[in-house]
């Protein structure tokens, strides 16, 4: 399910491209809206669905619409929008005029000339960015749906993925693409898809064109934008909103309303209070556990006690506003340099998997070494303790800057992740554990992050699927996108290998980074962060380590790497030592992976020589911690 990541990426693209095309002409884009009825869910008799509603403000009439001279009424959109609230959207060209977007947790509103669409993306429903040629070529396939029943198939259609849209080495999959609603400009497409139609939008129309203004926080028209589907106040955009509907939610736990005894990660989940915007079960699950707290946690337990509320609350903008950083939508919210709208976009999900995913889904969770000790002092690693209760066992501070730990899956009713083994008392959520399959495994299937949609996910190239069909030698034809920095390799062997050696490299690398600002705050409240031992670099290299040209069988050569290597790394750590200047590089060295959810680290050699086994390890004795 989209949550405030996505979302936020997709309002980033828009923006940008808005501000792009205002520096261009001198003005906001124009553009218009067009709807795809054809491929609207209907549902069933006993369960119907609504993809479309559709409200007209006073004094809005169709004779307003000036009409567009490309339109040609489809009798497919026709048929589906008889007697619907958004027939008299599809009978005629819309004018054109001003595009605008803003978001709202997990929503997304964009308006264009007299109407504003606000969607409601459920499980796989996405923005893609294309031309006006690649969105008629799309068109151009329209066929019957992938329904069994031949007479609801003819109703729900499809468009066939136009093969110049399938990358080589990809899915052999039936390609079909659901474009439910499309805002066309002069030269740019931006088309809503859904692979499970199950995205729902409601069209506002209003007598005079949309502007900017309407689209700002706390406008007249801001409340009735998000009426529809009501996802509650942004923590980072709207920070007083959101805080008076949190403290409306603990007032109503604390008074045993609905939801007193509900799960943290339900809570947090559902957001039926409209006090945890954009999250979702992945943010949820996440965020509990860099606060080490249970996700079967009661609500109450959390609004009852005021120091652990306050710290709670506090801990949400500052989780939150990852999301909103640059470093966030440099790394996870760029485009593929591609011609193909559907290409599968590997640096936005190497990158999404590897530093915004801590347990939802993951086998293994990167700990720090401050959250690690708060777990630790709380007992939550010790099976035989029971969480809340005075933990009065000695246990060892974390020598290292980080520890790998196991991931446990608990199904429903808890449905959640966690590291935690200690046993939660009487009145947590709890569920069985199961075995689950890593996120980084799951191949086709389309999981959490900005690339995994189905249409795109489908054009990931796999090296066991794809061997014979790679290009395997010659000189590739240049590619020319005419967009920023260079094109994606062609996908051979060679540069598969590499790409998952350089992924399997991040994930697991040891270099160590100062952690984000949400990071277990708790952890910093409770108790204060221990001094580690001053890192030293390593005396020596590996010679995998150096470039092709150095690994030779010549003692000589192999002598004088090394010692080029050596006075590179004694020279990196006088520099350090010193503190006056900045480390030097040296290219003999490794490249430490930095994590992009994190403040810049302090350059430092990534290759460092553990504490001497000799040192005694430090035993921190029991204090005492607050209920949680």
């Not at 399910?1 to 990426?9: A, H, L, N, T, Y």
């Not at 609504?50 to 009439?61: D, H, I, V």
């Not at 926080?217 to 934008?225: F, T």
């Amino acid at each position: 399910m989209s949550e405030d990541p996505e979302v936020k990426i997709w309002w980033h693209r828009l923006k940008r491209w808005l501000e792009y095309e205002f520096k261009r002409t001198g003005k906001n884009p124009l553009a218009h809206l067009l709807l795809f009825p054809r491929t609207f869910a209907e549902g069933t008799a006993q369960k119907p669905y609504t993809t479309a509603s559709a409200t007209t403000l006073p004094g809005y009439a169709s004779t307003l619409e000036q009409g567009n001279p490309h339109f040609v009424l489809n009798q497919y959109d026709l048929a589906r929008s008889k007697n619907k609230p958004w027939e008299y959207l599809v009978k005629q060209g819309l004018s054109p005029g001003p595009m605008h977007v803003t978001v709202r947790g997990k929503c997304l509103s964009i308006a264009a000339g007299y109407h504003c669409v606000t969607f409601n993306f459920g499980l796989e429903a996405n923005v893609v960015q294309m031309t006006q040629d690649d969105l008629q070529l799309i068109l151009a396939g329209d066929s019957p749906g992938p329904n069994p029943n031949k007479g609801k198939a003819n109703r729900l259609r499809s468009f066939k993925m136009p093969e110049r849209f399938i990358e080589p080495g990809s899915s052999d999959s039936n390609r079909m693409v659901n474009i439910f609603a499309a805002f066309i400009s002069e030269n740019t497409v931006f088309a809503i898809c859904d692979f499970a139609r199950l995205v729902r939008m409601h069209i506002i129309s209003s007598p005079n064109m949309w502007t900017e203004e309407d689209m700002e926080i706390n406008s007249p028209q801001w409340n009735l934008i998000w009426s529809k589907y009501p996802d509650g106040p942004d923590c980072i955009r709207e920070p007083d909103a959101w805080s008076v509907n949190l403290d409306k939610w603990r007032t109503s736990v604390n008074v045993k309303q609905s939801g007193y005894l509900s799960s943290m990660v339900d809570t947090m989940a559902s957001n039926t209070n409209l006090a945890f915007g954009g999250f979702g079960r992945h943010l949820a699950n996440d965020f509990l556990f860099l606060q080490a707290i249970h996700p079967g946690t009661p609500a109450y337990v959390i609004c009852s006690d005021d120091q652990l509320f306050l710290r709670f609350k506090q801990a949400i903008p500052l989780y939150m506003k990852t999301w909103m950083s640059d470093s966030f939508f440099a790394t996870c919210g760029g485009l593929t340099n591609s011609h193909n709208p559907f290409a599968f976009n590997t640096t936005s999900n190497n990158h999404y998997t590897s530093a915004h995913i801590r347990v939802f889904r993951r086998k293994l969770a990167r700990v720090p070494a401050d959250l690690y000790d708060l777990y630790s002092s709380l007992g939550l690693f010790d099976p035989d303790h029971v969480i809340g209760e005075p933990y009065d066992r000695p246990w060892v501070k974390l020598q290292s800057t980080f520890k790998w730990m196991p991931v446990s899956y608990h199904a429903k009713p808890l449905d959640a992740y966690t590291i935690i083994t200690a046993q939660p008392p009487d009145g947590y959520s709890t569920g069985p554990r199961k075995e689950f399959v890593d996120i980084t495994e799951t191949g086709y299937q389309t999981a959490i992050g900005p690339a995994q949609y189905r249409e795109s996910l489908s054009n990931m190239h796999k090296f066991s699927k794809s061997e014979k069909k790679l290009h395997t030698g010659g000189r590739p034809r240049k590619v020319r996108t005419y967009q920023r920095g260079r094109p994606r390799d062609p996908p051979t062997k060679k540069n598969l290998t590499r790409e998952h050696k350089s992924l399997v490299k991040k994930m697991f690398s040891s270099s160590s980074s100062a952690p984000p600002e949400h990071l277990h705050i708790f952890s910093r409240l409770i108790m204060n962060k221990s001094s580690q031992p001053p890192s030293s670099p390593a005396s020596s290299i590996s010679s995998s380590k150096l470039p092709k040209f150095l690994r030779t069988n010549s003692s000589s050569t192999r002598d004088r790497a090394k010692s080029i290597a050596d006075s590179s790394t004694s020279s990196l750590a006088s520099t350090s030592s010193e503190g006056s200047s900045k480390p030097r590089k040296s290219r003999f060295l490794p490249r430490p992976s930095a994590d992009v959810s994190s403040p810049p680290p302090v350059e430092e050699p990534s290759a460092v020589i553990p504490p001497p086994e000799t040192e005694p390890s430090i035993i921190v004795e029991p204090v005492t911690i607050p209920r949680l």
